[in-house]
């Protein structure tokens, strides 16, 4: 269930040059379009090590043939292109599909019925889509993934002309009330939303001991090349997010371009909201991971939570 | 009359207490609060003790605390034996000299035994990062390392071992960065550049779920945490007439307050003067870097981890105000009940 960045997509892309002709100029404008199929299922999700367990989930998946994956497919596009995305719900629920800042259709897909939404991607950067029906239990249960908008044409900047970065991850957190929430939902019962005590934190989908070794969340390269890591909560609790070894820069703070970027050790992303940061590597060994209490756990099982390292090698 | 006894004078004359105010020099500021300072390249000693802490409610809850030099005391002061001591001060490119002794200590068995230092902030190598998993030894260390003047700020000591429980116990405390003279002196800047303070003053927030006290291993106790006091500088301050630390300045001065989030929920900061409004004050560093640019704010939010320098210039007319700190949950940003720690700066 990790995020595999050239997996998600479901056709290939269509290039198409658009030459638009102006009163006094002529711009040449490079579009490209990308499209995905969803399927809305509901399934299991497993967290493997000490502490782990596997939970009821809603998910969204890119293969009509398995379960639902958390969080879902990565989603991937560049600056100023055409996105389509076609969901069939095939769950027993109402559902949507909304990429927060970008679509603004929140009216449901009925179970058993598909929407198709199209959408030029607005400025580059990361992007929490989720399902945002039912009192965030939806979102809870695993309905949830992100957009990445890169810079056009897919150079190594953050945006266009933006800060430069040598390699990049995704990083989506979240968290889950096994008991109260999933196994409830799960089994067709009505959840009381008041309550919310998560036992589970993942990274990708993983706890900290996957979390600690999947080549897709380690951020791992030489010392000195400088890391873009773009974090998305798409769980319910703030997640306060500590890094050893060095100070990194906010560059964008929920969407919002930071052209004097603070320093920091430990960054707050508030839930259902992302940032994204740059971080120099340095040589050795260090974990990254959150700094409150049981969001390091599984189910109170330490570092089987939100963990992971940053190699320099 | 030389400085120290004017100084003297003013500070008796302005507040009528038995704090004496320290001599105002160019490279030295004066010190608030009662927090034991160590010079952390003077070669310290760090070991852990454990401390039965009698609570607000009557109710006892069993915390480790670092103590330098074999403690002993088990109560302020001394070898600084208490949740968020003592503090550390190391100036820039001189070598800290930092030992850890685990003998005797209190802890957990098997894989969670022993201690270890993680030096939070300072970028430091592999082999002084403090955490076991990377390859720290539990059963004591030697740490030195120097680092540069961009740390010039506000960083924090912690034990790295199964952090969810070792960091809950007490085992925290500041580590100042200080900018340095040609002769090695520390001196009274923010930052590497910036501004100076006549006063300074270490306010450390820590949360206490007394289950996490209780419990070890892998437990699921450690799976939901619900915090029932409220800490700053290891004491609670559940009003402002009984605030976790009281200490006085003189009218005019500008103090330095550092801030030092090691709890677990989500924070606000603010200054409140006797008739409940917002003071503001300025922010110079974050997480123990200098800011690109300062910000003057009536609040400040530190979520777990996080650290803050301010400054705030006193009024010239003598009076109080209130530093507090409000704790939040993760989820909502609610505060928690009776979750407002207040302290007292009176001038």
Redesign the interface.
């Known amino acids: 269930m990790t995020i595999a960045l050239a997996l998600a997509r479901t056709s290939a892309r269509r290039l198409f040059v658009a030459l638009l002709c102006l009163p006094l100029f002529l711009i040449s404008a490079v579009s490209q379009a990308a499209s995905y199929t969803l399927y809305i299922k509901a399934g299991t999700h497993t967290i493997n090590g000490a502490g782990g367990t596997t939970l009821k989930v809603w998910g969204f998946t890119d293969n009509a043939g398995t379960g639902p994956m958390v969080p879902g497919p990565l989603l991937e596009s560049q600056e100023g292109e055409t996105v389509m995305v076609t969901v069939y719900n095939q769950h027993t629920l109402a559902h949507n599909f909304v990429v927060r800042g970008v679509t603004t259709d929140t009216a449901s897909i009925p179970a058993g019925s598909s929407k198709t939404y199209s959408f030029t991607t607005p400025k580059a950067g990361t992007y929490l889509v989720s399902d945002t029906l039912n009192n965030n239990i939806n979102r809870e249960m695993g309905l949830h993934g992100a957009l990445v908008v890169r810079a056009a044409g897919g150079v190594n900047q953050a945006w266009t002309n933006g800060p430069s970065f040598d390699l990049e991850r995704v990083w989506i957190v979240t968290d889950m009330d096994k008991p109260r929430w999933n196994d409830i939902a799960g089994n067709g019962g009505s959840v009381s939303t008041g309550t919310y005590k998560p036992n589970f934190f993942m990274m990708n989908g993983l706890g900290g001991h996957d979390a600690m070794h999947d080549p897709n969340t380690v951020l791992q390269d030489s010392p000195g090349k400088v890391g873009l890591v773009r974090i998305v909560n798409a769980g319910q609790f703030d997640q306060s997010l500590h890094f050893h070894a060095n100070h990194f820069r906010v560059i964008d703070d929920d969407g919002l371009r930071l052209s004097n970027p603070e320093y920091g050790d430990t960054i707050n992303v508030q839930a259902g909201t992302t940032a994204m940061v740059l971080f120099p590597l340095r040589s050795g060994i260090y974990p990254m991971h959150v700094h409150s209490a049981q969001l390091e756990t599984a189910n109170g099982v330490y570092l089987n939570g939100v963990a992971t390292l940053l190699v320099g090698q | 009359m030389n400085r120290k006894m004017l100084s003297m004078k003013i500070g008796t004359a302005l507040v009528g207490l038995a704090l004496a105010l320290a001599p105002l020099t160019p490279a030295a500021a004066a010190r608030l609060g009662n927090d034991t300072v160590l010079n952390a390249a003077s070669g310290v000693t760090i070991n852990v003790q454990a401390l039965d802490k009698t609570m607000s409610d009557g109710k006892t809850v069993r915390f480790w605390v670092w103590c330098a030099g074999g403690g002993g005391s088990g109560g302020m002061g001394g070898g600084g034996c208490y949740p968020s001591g003592p503090t550390l001060e190391l100036g820039v490119g001189q070598q800290l000299n930092v030992s850890l002794s685990v003998m005797m200590a209190p802890q957990e068995n098997a894989p969670?035994n022993g201690h270890t230092i993680?030096w939070?902030?300072l970028?430091v190598?592999?082999s002084e990062?403090g955490?076991p998993?990377?390859g720290a030894s539990v059963l004591g260390d030697n740490y030195s390392f120097s680092v540069d003047s961009r740390y010039v700020g506000s960083h924090m000591y912690h034990c790295h071992v199964?952090?969810?429980k070792h960091?809950?116990m007490g085992m925290y405390a500041p580590l100042v960065v200080k900018a340095v003279d040609s002769a090695g002196n520390f001196t009274n800047v923010i930052n590497s550049g910036g501004p100076t303070y006549d006063y300074e003053w270490n306010l450390m927030y820590s949360s206490v779920?007394p289950a996490?006290h209780t419990a070890v291993g892998?437990?699921?106790?450690?799976?939901?945490?619900n915090p029932k006091y409220f800490l700053i500088n290891g004491n609670e301050g559940r009003s402002s007439t009984a605030p976790a630390e009281t200490v006085t300045a003189a009218v005019g001065k500008k103090v330095a307050i550092r801030l030092f989030g090691v709890q677990?929920?989500?924070t606000t900061f603010q200054i409140k003067n006797a008739s409940g409004s917002s003071q503001s004050f300025t922010v110079h560093n974050?997480?123990?870097?200098?800011?690109?640019?300062t910000q003057t704010l009536t609040s400040l939010?530190l979520?777990?981890?996080?650290t803050a320098d301010v400054m705030v210039t006193l009024p010239t007319t003598s009076g109080s105000w209130y530093p507090q700190v409000t704790f939040k949950n993760?989820?909502n940003?609610g505060a928690y009940s009776g979750g407002t720690v207040y302290t007292r700066l009176n001038f």
């Open positions: 969670y993680h939070h902030g970028d190598a592999q990062d955490v998993e990377t199964h952090t969810v960091l809950e779920d996490y892998d437990s699921t106790v450690f799976a939901d945490y677990s929920v989500n974050k997480d123990g870097y200098k800011l690109p640019s939010n979520s777990p981890g996080q993760l989820r940003g």
